[in-house]
């Protein structure tokens, strides 16, 4: 195949990228530097030797050494270890990392359970989820979880199936188990908000 | 002038109406039988006459009788007197109507206080706030303020004005005043969400 | 029925207006002034006494005497009455005649066809424009009839129909039988133009 | 500096690609096969190696042997060689060649001239292009320049320039000057035609 073809087609099956823009790309890169085309070309060969899944949060994060097998968050000793924030994925948590709010743990839960999906725990990481669960228990350091899942449908059932999972075990070890405030988001009118918005509105005003 | 164009520059005047959106109105009429005219104009006519302003709440309602001063939810003996909604606008009270989530009653603050506003109170329905909340207090049954306006910038600021307005009163008379919870809305990505909703959505977990 | 609500669902019969902007539209009528609200209610019952349909070519027009019964276009004796432009609706004709750039008649067909209409020409005034150019035939002034829809699926499919209807008539009578220019439109880039576009722009240059 | 900010930081510079969108590339990469990752990378490595600027029209090839200067439009025998189609990026190119609607021969300007530009004919590829036309009036084979250039601001001034260069020469050698067909596009609405289209569709009627 042609390799501006080849390459377009590769780029093609990035998220959110059609066959236009994926064309796009590689004349953009036709007009690049070879330093550029260099760098970018060894900076994905490397990825996945510089980065890699921590063994404990299930986040990807860049090897400082070759033997490091947990990220630089859940080997942090100023973290708080009692707190345990359940994300769907990486950007995620990058996103309450840059806001500074959040001085906890994580867990990226890897993506959404499907409505009617038939293994649902076997669809994002359920059983890694408890795994990591049981062992901080093990540890002693558990207070609080919290389900911080987006509040789509998909997300909204995501957390009821962990609920379901997690709920008696949290009883049983006296641990806290919570999900997102919810009500009025940033720039959100009256006017224009849902039902299930403005019950969380008025339910929860303070 | 002749009264396509007088129609249309009428019509021009409503809320989100641009001078083409206006001409198409009129051409619609012009399509339309006669007595949907008629109807639209009688309606139009006598919309002052048959509705007016609750002297107690400052919300439009439709006359029942030549002497109603107040509406039917001000008069209601079924509703919850003693919580009070602050909302922006007509349509805000509507909205939360229809959900039927609120059993309270309402007053209408008739808009936002821009930011840097001279006299603010006096933009909006300031003093027959603090007039109508007077007199709730002679009837000795408000027990608690709720201030559920928008969450932009304008409803943050007119929030500020009428909470330092209220305080001192609500402190003495021990009434709550309260604001509508926020956290995360129907709909919403934690991926793409500010930092002040992840703030609100973290601090207010349950 | 609540005057407010009836008012508001008889706007909800205007194009493109929703049952929310309906009720924005009373509540925004309800703090306008009475003199606002009068001359409203009476332009509306007035339209069609001093609106009418031009009897030679089917736009509405607004009557300057009793007696008219064709447009002042219609009725000018410096326009060009050996050209007529098939519109499709009233605000085709007024963007024509704001452009500045036509000087010739315009007869308006009342909207397009839709495909696999069975009695097409009923549909639109397709009999009205077969006898307006009747009339202007036995006149001896007509020499171009010009298509002017939009290009659409449905405008074009209308042009197809109304050429086949016109075409011996105009080939006895030595009438030309034009269509617009096709081709690139202000702002169009060839990067996203179609190839029907990108056809007509090839194969009209100049 | 980590390597997944690294990548998302060289992904960034991508057309049309916010810090945001370049971090989800990199989170989609590492859940990729590493034989994804490594054709990705090779073909990245490869792509100025195996792609050339065509030595006659400036548009990127894949070269087929290591010797090749043209491209296999310009080294066509198939191809009409006295129609010259000035465009402005590869992809336009594409997107007529796409079509399967013109069999002439392309020039790759390169880019728009910025209204205001001091040095026109440098920001673009101008003086290429004049040596190229030379090249084909020796040859004795150019017969028509078409300038298909976009509708847009920029690419109408492109014209102009470009018009202003090469009348003189076509005048004198008797080559047809053109620009592509303008009017109405695919979808457009008469109601909502800028009058400087509804011009060019007036006087384009055919």
Do not use: W
Not at 61 to 85: G, M, N, W, Y
Not at 88 to 115: A, C, H, M, Q, W
């Amino acid at each position: 195949m042609n390799p501006i073809t080849q390459l377009a087609s590769l780029f093609a099956e990035f998220p959110g990228i059609g066959p236009r823009q994926s064309k796009r790309f590689v004349y953009f890169l036709l007009t690049r530097n070879p330093q550029y085309l260099d760098e970018l070309s060894r900076a994905i060969a490397d990825l996945k030797k510089s980065s890699t899944l921590c063994a404990s949060c299930c986040r990807f994060f860049a090897k400082q050494t070759t033997t490091a097998a947990r990220c630089t968050i859940c080997e942090s000793p100023v973290r708080d270890h009692s707190t345990l924030l359940v994300v769907e994925k990486d950007v995620d948590l990058e996103n309450i990392e840059r806001s500074g709010l959040f001085s906890g743990t994580y867990f990226v839960l890897g993506g959404r359970i499907p409505i009617l999906e038939k293994k649902p725990l076997e669809r994002v990481r359920g059983n890694e989820l408890l795994d990591h669960i049981q062992k901080k228990i093990e540890r002693q350091e558990l207070r609080e979880i919290v389900l911080a899942l987006s509040l789509t449908r998909e997300g909204e059932y995501t957390m009821e199936i962990l609920t379901n999972m997690l709920q008696p075990l949290c009883k049983e070890r006296r641990i806290k188990l919570s999900t997102l405030g919810r009500g009025l988001s940033t720039g959100i009118e009256l006017e224009y908000s849902d039902s299930e918005t403005l019950k969380n509105a008025l339910n929860r005003r303070v």
